[in-house]
């Protein structure tokens, strides 16, 4: 079955420092890739996506990942946070299904950015 | 670019109540749209989605149950809530760009 797993639940970090939230997904067929962020008590934004073309993909708030297919994963990547960083940051993978494209999502990786 | 309204953003109500909570689509047309359910400490579960008017796909039996009368509305109900209900409900629709768009969210207790 597919699934997507967040290896980190909770990741505390210091302002300024750099940031990795990784994310590995299980699937044999191609997929599209995405990160979203959500803030307290808000929905849910994207951050960046991957459809095709170069693996490297940069997204809005100064926020990357890269797609590595032979290792089936989409790290998200920040090379120094601030305190607004501090959300919620879900992965999902759209694979095929059957007939249809699936939304899978991650758990969620909890970012703390501490002063 | 699209906007999604939901409401009510808060909602306390007691078991055994009805429940309606309401999703409105601006900015595109046709859309695929979707209800999502967040349990605290949980990830996102798909409960129902919808391609058009009066098509409704179930992801999950529950205690719910979703319509789309109009092509930019989506509407979710319950005639029953029960304890397991509470959680944070979001309603999305799928853009050209193939990810979802979410509307802000409706925070629901039950007590």
């Known amino acids: 079955a597919q699934s997507v797993t967040q290896l980190d639940s909770q990741v505390p970090v210091f302002e300024e420092a750099p940031v990795e939230l990784r994310c590995n997904y299980s699937?044999?067929?191609?997929?599209?890739l995405f990160w979203y962020v959500q803030y307290p008590n808000q929905g849910l934004q994207l951050l960046l996506k991957?459809?095709?073309?170069s693996t490297l993909v940069k997204g809005i708030n100064g926020f990357e990942a890269e797609f590595n297919k032979s290792q089936t994963s989409f790290h998200l990547r920040k090379p120094s946070v601030h305190i607004s960083d501090t959300a919620e940051y879900f992965c999902?993978?759209?694979?095929?299904?059957?007939?249809?494209?699936?939304?899978?999502w991650g758990l969620g990786t909890s970012l703390a950015v501490n002063p | 670019s699209q906007t999604i309204h939901q409401w009510p953003a808060t909602l306390v109500q007691p078991v055994g109540s009805p429940l309606s909570l309401e999703c409105t689509v601006e900015g595109t047309s046709n859309p695929n749209l979707y209800w999502y359910r967040q349990a605290a400490g949980r990830g996102l579960q798909l409960l129902f989605y919808s391609v058009g008017i009066g098509q409704i796909s179930s992801e999950v039996p529950q205690n719910l149950s979703a319509s789309r009368p109009q092509d930019r509305q989506f509407i979710l109900s319950s005639k029953k809530l029960l304890l397991s209900d509470s959680g944070f409900y979001l309603c999305?629709?799928?853009?050209?760009?193939?990810?979802?768009?979410f509307g802000e969210g409706s925070r629901l207790t039950v007590l």
């Open positions: 991957y459809l095709s073309g």
């Open positions: 699937s044999s067929v191609s997929v599209y």
């Open positions: 999902a993978v759209s694979a095929y299904a059957g007939n249809n494209r699936k939304l899978i």
């Open positions: 999305a629709c799928l853009t050209w760009g193939g990810e979802l768009f």
